[in-house]
């Protein structure tokens, strides 16, 4: 126990040694933190640890999964967009950093202009799921149902403003129809409710359900994603329903404190797409529910932008506000 | 039977050394942090979770579970001895275990503490095996209304817990109602009295609360103490509960077990409430409740049966259809989610080796904790007998470790130092502090339930009494009222008599 505290002590040492030493001639020359916003054994941090040690050998220098957790991830980002650009500390951004800033306009930090971003890891299909035994049986009876008896339906997310909520609103405006949303306090809770039959379906990503799909406890109705899933094909999309704008997944991507040298950005991303090439850390990637999705520094740039605007006008169209 | 079947695969996997020393190591660490104020075993769970990346997944969780119950044993040595819970589930213990200490009879108390939490946690792992399949169903019928009115239940038994004035519990517990309301509401999304500080989106945790309330007052009063050794004498011998202990502590023990291992399975429940909620019960149905508070042994035996049983039985919704319900069962599910195991209803299937082999270790490892804590209570006590000088520094040293641990916040270190002095203030004016501890973990569930229940019923209030759970909820909330009431109507029909 003790050595593991030293380990606490340790990383948050290095955290200000990093922060004391910068202008570094050939990056890296010290170990570089990967801070996860998130506590050790959520999502996004076994994703990361998942890759560590590929990156670590590509990159030629150690890389530390570091968790900095708190208020939703948010602590983490605030952190390394004030943190010195020299490389040492990258963050692990999702898209529900980019959905917070979407729904709160006083987010203590701006995903296009704090951080540099250098590549995109992973994506994480997000689904429409019911009870096993519900008595909708394809997307298109819950639709029509939604239709003739509005606001009778009570849909469940894993919180306000979370990726559940918006891919849910973003489903009710394209089909025109109304239900009730019911937030719960994340995930976990959400996905008893729908066991136990208190609500009638729940959006929210894959991994979260895979067991209880596989079991039959719970039926996906349909995928956010823009083609069938390869691991569950009998499941419609919503845009081959006829609702192209439903298109929705949750990311994860490395960015780095604005400034950030483009050199130390380019070669970040060179072992980060070296790693997921590996075949085994796309099998290894596939087990926990994700899939390896990479994009180099300008397309996920590119492709921050185009989430948060759409992520603004779901808000917006929907009234999603935090505060 | 395919029970027994199922349990002797466990222990084929419990057995193997590699198993057995990981067991060991749990329990020992859990025993020693239970011990030691301040540090519970969230925080020591939070600080071994990386290192379990390394070993088998079955081993892993066959040592985090022991550091969980055995914390649950060390606990009670610390509440009893010094006044002090060694953590939070423990503070019930306190009252009359102390007590005990003070007349003597510290080594009974221990005793009995001891026994009853290898009962409780022994009936407790065949309880599981036999009942896991069925209990998650049962589980999973409480809706956003059930939930609901189990808190109103909850929220009444604290009136129950209540010692000296009811005005005093009151305040506390509004108190910690409205701390509980900090952060981000779950319904609306907004913030709540957070005052710009959005490191507080997340709440004000409850560990600094405990932390500060329990640990770090209790320092500071000591401080100014002129110290006698407060730590009661054991003597070893002494340390078989008599005859008439045992007479007075078996019904405690056994209504302690059903009713941990009940209140363990829901989400919110947990080895806290249930130690309360047992000493609540035992009181009431005491035939000398006035005994309690001044060391009344079923007040020790009830409850920290209860919070060992509750640790077996919130392994249940975890195991089963994979949904931790409390902070640390949350970690043992990360624990297992890094291994590739994503629990639910297929682990057990899948998996047998780690579910049943978790499950039979769980008996392995209360009998070890019954020699770590019997024959050896003279070695942890000796922890405690270190100078004050040197052993409070350590507490609080090991406070600040525990509570910056959990979530790497500096935010969290000062809540639980101001939590402290606060602690302080609240000792030296006699204010109980549990119920502002209770009312905080049951606040919010309360608010939630009750809204998310409004939005699905399109608030119509009337769901809570007419569905079967919840209405024998209410009823129940209502008779515990009642039943307060009529010693006061009582008196008053005699007071109008005498008067007429």
């Given at each position: ?323 | ?153 909850g929220l009444c038994i604290l009136v129950y817990l209540a010692n000296?004035?009811i005005?005093?519990a ?106 309360f909620a047992?000493y609540a019960m035992?009181k009431k149905?005491?035939?000398?409740p ?145 119920p ?44 515990l009222l009642?039943s307060n ?16």
């Amino acid at each position: 126990m003790r050595k593991i505290a030293w380990m606490g002590f340790l990383g948050v040492a290095g955290l200000l040694g990093a922060a004391l030493a910068a202008g570094a001639a050939e990056w890296p020359e010290k170990p570089v933190n990967l801070v996860v916003g998130f506590a050790a054994g959520g999502e996004t941090d076994i994703v990361v640890r998942a890759l560590n040690d590929k990156i670590s050998a590509n990159l030629g220098g150690q890389t530390v999964v570091l968790n900095k957790p708190g208020s939703g991830g948010l602590l983490a980002a605030q952190t390394i967009a004030n943190s010195p650009p020299d490389g040492y500390n990258l963050l692990v951004l999702s898209l529900s950093h980019v959905l917070r800033q979407a729904a709160d306009e006083k987010t203590p930090f701006n995903v296009l202009t704090d951080f540099e971003p250098i590549s995109r890891i992973v994506t994480q299909p997000i689904v429409l799921a019911v009870k096993g035994d519900s008595r909708f049986r394809t997307i298109d009876e819950l639709i029509a149902h939604a239709r003739a008896n509005p606001n009778t339906l009570n849909f469940g997310s894993p919180g306000v403003g979370s990726l559940g909520h918006f891919s849910g609103e973003l489903f009710k405006s394209a089909a025109r129809i109304q239900f009730k949303h019911v937030p719960f306090q994340g995930s976990a809770p959400g996905v008893t409710a729908l066991l136990g039959g208190h609500i009638d379906f729940l959006v929210t990503a894959l991994p979260a359900i895979t067991g209880k799909v596989a079991s039959g406890d719970l039926r996906v109705l349909a995928s956010y994603a823009d083609r069938r899933l390869p691991e569950m094909a009998a499941v419609p999309t919503f845009a081959e329903k006829g609702y192209p704008a439903v298109v929705m997944s949750g990311w994860f991507a490395f960015v780095a404190p604005a400034k950030t040298p483009p050199a130390v950005i380019q070669k970040m991303d060179r072992a980060v797409a070296k790693t997921l090439g590996d075949p085994a850390v796309v099998e290894a990637l596939g087990k926990l529910g994700f899939n390896a999705a990479h994009l180099g520094p300008a397309d996920l740039k590119a492709f921050i932008e185009s989430e948060l605007k759409r992520a603004s006008e779901i808000a917006k169209k929907e009234n999603i506000v935090i505060q | 039977m395919e029970v027994i079947g199922n349990l002797l695969q466990g222990f084929g996997v419990a057995l193997q050394p590699m198993n057995l020393l990981f067991c060991f190591v749990g329990v020992f660490v859990g025993t020693l942090i239970g011990v030691l104020p301040g540090i519970g075993p969230l925080g020591a769970i939070a600080l071994l979770l990386p290192s379990t990346f390394y070993i088998p997944a079955e081993s892993a969780l066959i040592m985090l579970a022991g550091i969980y119950y055995g914390a649950m044993y060390g606990g009670s040595t610390t509440s009893i001895l010094v006044n002090i819970p060694g953590e939070a589930a423990s503070v019930v213990t306190c009252i009359d275990g102390h007590q005990m200490a003070k007349q003597g009879r510290a080594g009974a108390a221990l005793g009995i503490a001891a026994c009853g939490s290898f009962i409780g946690g022994s009936i407790t792992v065949f309880l599981l095996a036999l009942l896991a399949p069925p209990l998650a169903r049962l589980a999973l019928t409480f809706g956003p209304p059930e939930y609901f009115s189990l808190m109103v239940l909850g929220l009444c038994i604290l009136v129950y817990l209540a010692n000296g004035p009811i005005s005093k519990a009151l305040v506390m517990a509004a108190l910690g109602i409205v701390l509980g309301i900090v952060g981000t509401d779950t319904i609306s999304g907004r913030s709540r009295f957070t005052f710009g500080f959005f490191e507080l989106d997340d709440g004000i945790g409850i560990i600094p609360v405990v932390m500060g309330l329990f640990g770090v007052s209790e320092v500071l009063l000591n401080v100014e103490r002129k110290m006698e050794r407060s730590i009661a004498a054991v003597k070893l011998k002494g340390l078989l509960p008599t005859r008439q202990d045992w007479k007075e502590s078996l019904g405690p023990i056994f209504r302690g077990t059903f009713l941990g291992f009940f209140l363990g399975i829901l989400p919110g429940g947990g080895a806290i409430l249930s130690s309360f909620a047992s000493y609540a019960m035992e009181k009431k149905l005491s035939p000398r409740p006035e005994a309690f508070g001044r060391g009344a042994i079923a007040g020790v035996a009830g409850p920290e049966t209860a919070n060992n049983a509750a640790t077996g039985g919130a392994f249940i919704p975890l195991l089963t259809i994979g949904i931790p319900t409390n902070a640390v069962m949350a970690l043992m599910l990360g624990a297992l989610v890094i291994h590739g195991l994503q629990p639910g209803p297929l682990i057990m299937k899948e998996q047998p080796a780690l579910f049943w082999g978790t499950i039979a270790s769980m008996y392995l490892g209360n009998g070890m904790l019954l020699l770590l804590n019997l024959p050896f209570i003279g070695l942890w006590v000796q922890i405690l007998k270190v100078r004050y000088t040197l052993l409070f520094p350590y507490i609080l040293l090991f406070c600040l470790i525990g509570v910056f641990g959990v979530n790497y916040s500096l935010l969290d270190t000062w809540l639980m130092l101001g939590f402290g002095v606060f602690g302080y203030l609240l000792r030296k004016l006699d204010y109980e502090m549990a119920p502002l501890v209770l009312a905080m973990i049951l606040g919010p569930l309360f608010e939630n339930a009750l809204r998310q229940s409004l939005i699905i019923f399109n608030g119509n209030p009337l769901v809570f009494f007419t569905r079967p759970i919840s209405g024998a909820f209410l009823a129940g909330s209502l008779l515990l009222l009642l039943s307060n009431l009529l010693p006061w109507m009582r008196s008053r029909k005699k007071y109008l008599a005498d008067n007429d």
